[in-house]
């Protein structure tokens, strides 16, 4: 079992910056791909970031202005983003797994709780 828990969400202005960040605890962080995803209103659960042996994917849409980052001493995964626009809007959650495909959400076993980012135009 992993327990995953996001922090930092929080109301920007366009062109802004967060870093969010989520602290796991359980099971060996190390072993695990982690992953950041996103959920508007009105919309399906979209993936943001994933980090996982040695590698780091990116949604075209962030790509560029996020950054995404693991302290696996400290078991934690964070993600920075830079350069924030409106349809960044979302809430947005971590994500533990172990498969390898880590832009589909069903294959992930633990997710957080999320954490609201606004940002307003």
């Known amino acids: 079992q992993v327990q995953l828990v996001e922090s930092g969400g929080r109301l920007v202005q366009a062109g802004g910056s967060l870093r969010l960040s989520c602290a796991a605890s359980?099971?060996?962080?190390?072993?695990?791909?982690m992953g950041w995803f996103r959920q508007a209103p009105g919309k399906e659960r979209e993936f943001v970031s994933a980090i996982g042996w040695g590698r780091t994917y990116y949604a075209d849409s962030v790509k560029g202005r996020f950054t995404i980052s693991r302290d696996n001493p400290k078991n934690t995964v964070s993600l920075q983003m830079n350069n924030l626009k409106p349809e960044d809007t979302a809430v947005y959650y971590c994500?533990?797994?172990?498969?390898?495909?880590?832009?589909?959400?069903?294959?992930?076993?633990?997710w957080g709780q999320g954490t609201q980012v606004t940002v307003s135009s």
């Open positions: 359980g099971r060996t962080f190390s072993n695990y791909y």
């Open positions: 994500a533990a797994g172990t498969s390898s495909v880590y832009w589909n959400s069903a294959t992930y076993d633990y």
